[in-house]
């Protein structure tokens, strides 16, 4: 797999040193797993270890992006490595207003195209083709939901927060200038050659690595590292560990409960002033992902 890093001689020799402050950008699958009990499964935010999330969807709703806006993103952030790793914690909301926006315009037709989908929901409908009834219906929860994509949280010890599932096939997995598709990327960690789920993740050939957000924050804290600024433009699709996804009636009343600021389960926590709208795109043509499993 092609990649931004390659090892050092210094990082061969003395191995892997992990900064204070890890910067990831994430561009996988992402879900959220239900439990039996009907509740999202959770964890709580370890001792020493600080979290800001800029997330693209929300609850129950499935990003769409190319492979191209991808990698747009990912340059963007990852030419603004040591502008991101200067800011104070405390202080980094205020960037995080221009990368949200400047997110937002890159992809800016993306629910113009989707609006376009919808107006022909009816025909689709009848054409009973199942895949692109499925399609339609993620399309119009998407647009519906535009304007609350996009936005900032932050995460400080003992918060509980949605343990997301991030994962990919292995044959997805593209890493390069011109696309940045299903990896998750460490960009401020030189001497690793790949990206984190492979990293952290047993390869097979064939497989399809999974990784939990608690796993890739109890992996850093042991790591020492103290800060994590985690760019989040994979799905939040609810699904439960079959993998069956739910009805619209319990998606928006589970999107509700988990962006209601008195929520004691963060997903939104602490956000930016503004809503953002958020990037995505088509997936009906052969360039296009869809970005949800």
């Known amino acids: ?171 997805e997995a593209i890493n390069k200038g011109t696309a940045r598709e299903w990896v998750m990327l460490l960009v401020n960690v030189p001497g690793i050659d790949e990206d984190l789920i492979t990293h952290m993740v047993m390869q097979t050939r064939g497989g399809k690595p999974d990784i939990y957000f608690s796993e890739i924050i109890n992996y850093l804290k042991d790591k020492g590292v103290k800060e994590v600024i985690f760019f989040d433009n994979s799905c939040s699709t609810f699904m439960d560990k079959d993998e069956n996804e739910f009805d619209d009636r319990f998606i928006r009343a589970r999107r509700r409960a988990l962006l209601n600021p008195s929520s004691s389960v963060k997903f939104g926590g602490k956000k930016v002033k503004k809503s953002y709208k958020k990037r995505k795109t088509n997936k009906k043509n052969k360039k296009s992902k869809k970005r949800c499993l």
Not at 9 to 37: L, M
């Open 1 to 171: 797999m092609a990649t931004i890093y390659k090892p050092s001689a210094a990082s061969k020799k003395e191995g892997i040193k992990y900064p204070d402050r890890v910067i990831i950008a994430n561009f996988s699958h992402g879900r959220i797993t239900i439990q039996p009990d009907g509740t999202e499964k959770t964890f709580v935010v370890p001792p020493n270890i600080k979290i800001k999330r800029a997330w693209a969807s929300v609850p129950g709703v499935c990003n769409f992006i190319t492979s191209e806006t991808n990698a747009k993103f990912a340059n963007k952030i990852i030419n603004s490595q040591k502008r991101l790793e200067m800011i104070p914690f405390d202080r980094i909301d205020e960037e995080f207003r221009e990368y949200l926006n400047s997110f937002k315009d890159i992809d800016s037709d993306t629910r113009d195209e989707m609006n376009n989908m919808i107006k022909r929901k009816n025909a689709i409908l009848k054409s009973g083709n199942e895949s692109e009834i499925d399609f339609v219906n993620e399309a119009e929860r998407y647009v519906h939901n535009f304007d609350k994509f996009f936005q900032l949280s932050t995460y400080l010890p003992g918060d509980t927060v949605i343990d997301k599932q991030f994962s990919r096939t292995n044959a």
